[in-house]
């Protein structure tokens, strides 16, 4: 508890602020912009569910995407093109 997600637009990255910490630990993306699978694309939303798994709106790459906390890559979702999209 008292962890803080950020969806950190401009550095095309999702942020994780444990409690007390002075820095963030980068949970998902490269932060370089991008529509490749383990990029992510001007995130403004970040929900993460109980197995700890990120849902990330990525306004830029138009699509949704699901990502494991610190993994090289992403699952698309919605709004994917060709054989990224995902139905499981």
């Not at 999702?14 to 949970?27: C, P, Q, R, V, Y």
Request: net charge negative; hydrophobic share 40%.
């Amino acid at each position: 508890m008292g962890s803080l997600y950020i969806a950190d637009c401009f550095n095309h990255r999702i942020m994780l602020w444990l409690k007390n910490a002075h820095s963030g630990i980068i949970a998902a993306g490269n932060g370089s912009p991008g529509d490749g699978m383990n990029q992510i694309w001007g995130p403004t939303q970040v929900i993460v569910d109980s197995h700890g798994y990120m849902y990330i709106s990525e306004a830029s790459a138009h699509r949704i995407t699901r990502w494991a906390f610190g993994a090289p890559y992403g699952v698309c979702l919605v709004g994917c093109q060709g054989s990224e999209l995902l139905f499981s």
